[in-house]
């Protein structure tokens, strides 16, 4: 008789609890995302950007400008090989998304990995919301206006490394301006806050409008790996963090388009079978750009003209 359990290496969905605790709360997590090989896969290919704890603290010189810049080790997709971008653009990310969107005309807005080097800097943030630097106007977060901020831990994080610190939602609407609120004037918010502390490979999801900040790290050694993402309706130019045909000359994107499944380009942008985009000309084109490509997608929803 075949069971209907779930078993144990497969991984969590995101589901309708979730939801609930996000616009409840304006956070959920969800622990253990990544399946075992999906999380080895994460740290090798973020080996290719940073060294292990133990690689930096036995060859400082080899990596001073860890040393120089600690806070600002942060890496932009496309990145090299396929784990992180296939992490960033995972069916159960985007499917998450257009259900808490009501909307499957969604984008990755932001991807960035992060590595936090414990004893070479200060990591302590103040509390702040991040619409700031992702919309012109003001968060809602009802709806396709809604944009969804995720965490991806690719190291266990204890009250030693640096957690991230949430504040759930008060029964009270409050002004989310300034966004900005440093401890001294504002220390009822950090009363209230909750320490994230997962194991690897758990994921953090909240809002726009939630209040968070990093913590110090106080451990004297070890090495905290993140990964940032934001996800938003492709339907209002006013949100949104990035346009990724910025990085359109990079061979790391190149790489991952003609690896990648239809709908994992359309989530950064690119154009679904059936656009009007789509013409005899513009498919050979791209073929010339991408020939590892399978167009067959593309060519079977072609309506646009010669």
């Not at 995302?33 to 603290?57: C, Q, V």
């Not at 400008?65 to 653009?89: H, K, R, S, V």
């Not at 204890?158 to 001294?184: N, Q, Y």
Request: proline share 8%.
């Amino acid at each position: 008789m075949t069971s209907k359990l779930r078993r144990i290496a497969d991984p969590p969905e995101i589901d309708a609890k979730h939801i609930r605790e996000l616009k409840r709360q304006g956070y959920t997590i969800v622990p253990r995302f990544l399946t075992p090989g999906e999380l080895a896969a994460a740290r090798a290919n973020m080996h290719r950007y940073f060294p292990s704890a133990e690689e930096l603290a036995a060859t400082p010189q080899r990596y001073s400008a860890i040393l120089e810049e600690a806070e600002f080790q942060q890496i932009e997709f496309p990145f090299a090989g396929d784990a992180l971008n296939n992490i960033a653009t995972d069916p159960r990310l985007i499917s998450f998304v257009e259900t808490l969107l009501g909307d499957r005309e969604v984008l990755l807005s932001q991807s960035a990995i992060w590595a936090k080097y414990a004893g070479t800097g200060s990591f302590e943030q103040p509390m702040h919301t991040d619409f700031e630097g992702n919309t012109l106007v003001y968060p809602r977060d009802d709806g396709p206006f809604r944009q969804v901020n995720m965490i991806l831990y690719y190291t266990d994080v204890d009250k030693t490394m640096g957690p991230t610190c949430v504040v759930p939602k008060g029964r009270k609407k409050e002004t989310l301006w300034p966004p900005f609120r440093p401890r001294a004037q504002y220390s009822g918010l950090y009363r209230r806050e909750k320490k994230v502390e997962i194991d690897a490979g758990g994921l953090l999801i909240f809002s726009m409008s939630t209040f968070h900040r990093a913590s110090e790290m106080l451990s004297p050694h070890g090495v905290r790996f993140t990964h940032h993402l934001v996800y938003r309706s492709a339907r209002y130019p006013f949100a949104g963090y990035h346009q990724w045909s910025r990085f359109g000359e990079k061979q790391e994107m190149r790489r991952f388009l003609e690896q990648a499944t239809p709908r994992q380009r359309e989530v950064i942008g690119f154009p679904p079978a059936g656009h009007p985009y789509w013409t005899r000309e513009t498919l050979e084109g791209v073929a010339r750009r991408y020939p590892k490509m399978d167009l067959g997608p593309y060519r079977t929803g072609l309506v646009g003209t010669e």
